[in-house]
């Protein structure tokens, strides 16, 4: 009798366990869904900090390159050109979301630093889409600064290999390169400041 | 207590059937766990912002299946949708050429989330991120068959973006 009911206790036992065991699992993979699902919701909305891009700073200091390249027009442009000016060499792709958001304020830019000679030169980066398309982006955009087709020469010279976009060369007027920038960072406002910031700080540069 | 009584042999023996019986429930409960897909990483090159792991599937021969194509978009990237909101926006597509006794159909690929950089909130986006998975209708003989597809993207992270990329992703399947 005591058998019996020993062997009865311990079965009952064990499918208490086995329940116990499966609601705790289930209650486990709901929540590790849940947690799945808020990770993936996080990283769309754009909740990481901003990511600072690779960009290859060596150029910093050095003479910029001299390139000759041709506009939408098909006018052969050199950096050459641009002798005594400081500047801002921007590449960017008509696929590039940051780029679109940052060349209208390097349009503004340039008209209001015009006065102390500060020029601002769009290199786009995928002139394999072609003129028509790259001429639509810009208009769109109400670039009217000057917008060159990259080549594999320029981009031998100034990216080395680094792919990321924008990327931005900042020379001052005895044609050095000051500064290197990529990407775009936090909030409209401060993207826009630390622009303005990057030109007053390339036309000072001696 | 030297000896073992034979009535705690007994209830030994009885707890042990127990754990046995246990250990064969608990199994199904533990292989339902949610599968873990880490290994779709490990297939990443440099340079490369969207990894793909061939699983091999079996499907019914000679009638119309649907192949699962994974992709994985990396850690802190996102890419375009296959239908982006902007225009010069790249969509990712998969490309699918023919392969002996395989008739593939159009791809059918998932929604967007939407997605909108900080420094331009009100624009919306529809991107992949994490994983995702491109169905395929195919028709194929009876066998084992491989299919060299690839997948166009265009990558960007919070910050930047990157040039299109093309990643091969060879999709292994067997008809019976």
Redesign the interface.
Known sequence: ML?KA??LL??T??LV??VF??IR?HRD?VR??EA?RA???D????N?P????NVDESMRGKPAPNFSLVDLSGKKVTLADFKGHPLVLNFW?????????EMPWLEALSKKYAPQGFDVIGVT??AEVGKA?ISK?TQELGVTYPILLSDSKIEDAYLNNV?????SFWVDRNGKVVNVT???????T??KNALEAQVQQTIAAD | MDEESPYLIETLTIMKSTVLILALFAAPIALTAPAQLGSLSSHAKPASYVAYTDLPQTVAANRRSTLEVHFRVLPGYHVNSHTPTEQFLIPTALTVPAAAGVKPGEPAYPAGQPYSFSFDPKNKLSVYAGDFIVKLPVTAAPGAHSIDASLRYQACNNASCFPPKTLPAKISFTAK
Not at chain 1, 43 to 46: N, Q, R, W
């Open positions: 058998r020993l062997l311990t079965l036992a064990g366990l086995v065991a499966g699992n993979r590790a869904a799945a990770n993936r919701v990283l769309v909305k754009d990481a901003i990511v600072s891009p792709g008509t696929y590039c979301d940051p780029c679109k958001i980066y995928d398309k982006a792919e990321v976009l924008p990327v990529a990407g775009l960072s936090d909030d409209d401060k993207a």
